[in-house]
């Protein structure tokens, strides 16, 4: 390969990461990352390189997510081959190291999903927020619970995130006092839309789910507490959603597929399958340059294709762009949890600084970080 | 003026809403009615009229929404001038009849956001799912409680809306046996986007909200029941939300707006405003041919601008083409209700159709109509 990737990087040719850049002085555009370069999509197809690809263009990766899997697959195996091969003078043209790019959203977001898909997480939040009940409420273990967040404050990895105030209780407005994180992985959706009515069946999953970034939900507990009855959480999750610039394709993710835990009851028809959409991805957060937490995607209980299932079982549309986040992952022990409120520290300070990691066997998920401003 | 408008026909030259036609054989483009026509603005512009507007491109109007509020009024005279003026021949090319469109949702969604603004509506769904507490939870009075919705299925009057399946209860699925209505205002935002951290302030909202449509936000109260907690309803109104095609400018409300309900406790500093920010729009109710509900916007507890400083109160983008809908609007009495729950009336049945409908002095809302079609 003509392409110099790092020993352990996790961006070698078995990952080949999607997302957008915007190199000094150009227009945003789509890229793929190899070790520490991009390869700009629109420079190679200019060039006349990969145009058995869908064309590359504007400034999102929406065009290219809304063509089938086997266009996905097509363009992965051109893209090997081509760094495989002795560069043209078009390729080396079109590479570009990361130093020199600023990284944007990869797509512009139709809807953005967050479940609650962690058992632990969810029993954690359960035994803080109602210290006399049952941890899971009645619903919890029949359907992937979760809500519809916003789509315009979903900001790229390194975008800060200014405390947000809000109202805390009555008469009581100000800035969050309670700022926390929310470790969780997120699905982009890919393929073309289902017709509205029609839901997505769970065995077409790999059709619609193209790959997975790292998503750092910042929440403000004090605001959550507050508003969250009975609509769900607004204004305490709306402020910023921090994700990793590169999406990794789920085929790369190929080996890391592991079955989920047992479920019980047994899940209901439209959320039954046989494939494995679990994903053997650890995980950690790091506060102010101290890993603080460990865990591993690969427990969810509701997993990413039952996610989609459910979100389009009511036959809404689900479009190539949306993100469909996991919630919370957390184990048992806080130091396997996702949030700072499990973990039992103390809420974020201005200035402090948050990374998320993940590596899945050969394959990096671009870390996701963002660094506190005062309110 | 050269366009006929019929008497009582609420969209003379103080209206001038905007929607997107798509007419015969043609692409969708920006129009403005006038009567039972619309005014195509993409013909208007290619004729070398209209010229001091933004150019209207694309299949939306959310480029013309991004424009700052001096140019909606700016095209809004330029409008009334060109109807009041002696026709040239281009303006009369323009001229469509309504029966020879199709309308298409006239907005790029961003983030749909749905509050729970009426006192009476939460306070009698309060009394139906909590009967033995206070109709109203702690926070409703302090703050206007809302969740966002989905964006995808954001669909114009006269989309038919297919019975949804969901899960009912444990190990129970399928279609909805309590499909209801929620009859509401929804405002379309505009105007330069805030930055990101940059709440909108109160005394801005002029420059933020362009104009109204109705909304009907079916439900299926029986998925809502048991999927609501802790995260909010989900599939219980994803799966349609049905608009009217026409955005009537607020500018074309003024006549209408009113003070709105006295606010105890006083509403905090950050949704304080002197400008009065609810409408005297009558609406009505129709359920296969029979009117079933008449009630009023002007009573809404929280109104369009607390709304709009509330989803940005925490520093979160709100963008042109945003969508913040009021939540189901109802009297006291059953007969002045905005859903079937509450007007005591049996869910719907297949094949009914509901149109939902809105006068405000000179200037109608078009109506949001739908046709239940079986699972």
């Given at each position: 390969m003509w392409v110099d990737v790092p020993e352990g990087s996790g961006?070698?040719?078995?990952?080949?990461?999607?997302?957008?850049i915007a190199p000094r002085g150009a227009g945003a555009r789509p890229a793929v990352r190899i070790g520490d370069s991009a390869l700009d999509l629109v420079a190679l197809q200019s060039a006349g390189r990969l145009l058995g690809a869908p064309r590359f263009l504007g400034t999102t990766l929406n065009d290219f997510l809304a063509a089938p899997r086997a266009v996905w697959l097509e363009v992965r195996e051109e893209l090997r081959a081509l760094l495989a091969a002795e560069p043209e003078p078009a390729d080396l043209a079109?590479?570009?190291?990361?130093?020199e790019c600023e990284m944007r959203v990869p797509v512009a977001l139709g809807d953005y999903v967050d479940f609650f898909s962690s058992i632990e997480h969810a029993a954690n939040l359960g035994r803080l927020f109602r210290p006399d009940g049952d941890p899971l409420l009645p619903n919890w273990r029949h359907i992937p619970v979760g809500y519809h967040g916003r789509a315009s404050t979903v900001a790229v990895s390194g975008t800060a995130v200014r405390?947000?105030?809000?109202?805390?209780?009555?008469?009581?407005?100000?800035?969050?006092?309670?700022?926390?994180?929310?470790?969780?992985?997120?699905?982009?959706?890919?393929?073309?839309?289902?017709?509205?009515?029609?839901?997505?069946?769970?065995?077409?999953?790999?059709?619609?789910?193209?790959?997975?970034?790292?998503?750092?939900?910042?929440?403000?507990?004090?605001?959550?507490?507050?508003?969250?009855?009975?609509?769900?959480?607004?204004?305490?999750?709306?402020?910023?959603?921090?994700?990793?610039?590169?999406?990794?394709?789920i085929e790369a993710l190929e080996p890391q597929r592991v079955a989920g835990p047992a479920q019980e009851p047994p899940p209901l028809p439209y959320l039954s399958t046989e494939q494995h959409w679990n994903f053997d991805i650890a995980l950690e957060v790091e506060l102010n340059g101290e890993v603080i937490s460990r865990t591993n995607a690969r427990s969810l209980y509701w997993n990413a294709a039952q996610q989609l299932a459910h979100a389009s079982v009511n036959g809404a549309v689900v479009r190539p762009g949306d993100l469909h986040a996991t919630g919370t992952i957390s184990g048992t022990a806080p130091e396997e949890c996702g949030s700072l409120i499990e973990i039992g520290r103390p809420f974020l300070a201005d200035g402090d600084e948050v990374v998320l990691r993940g590596v899945g066997g050969a394959v990096s998920l671009e870390a996701v970080a963002g660094r506190i401003e005062p309110a």
């Open positions: 961006f070698g040719p078995e990952n080949l990461a999607f997302g957008v079109a590479l570009i190291p990361l130093d405390r947000p105030s809000g109202p805390l209780g009555p008469g009581d407005f100000g800035p969050t006092q309670m700022l926390d994180i929310e470790l969780e992985l997120g699905f982009v959706i890919g393929g073309p839309p289902n017709a509205l009515g029609e839901p997505v069946a769970i065995e077409s999953a790999a059709d619609r789910i193209f790959g997975v970034v790292l998503v750092n939900d910042w929440s403000a507990r004090d605001v959550q507490r507050w508003e969250y009855q009975p609509l769900g959480p607004f204004l305490a999750k709306s402020f910023a959603t921090s994700i990793s610039p590169w999406i990794v394709p």
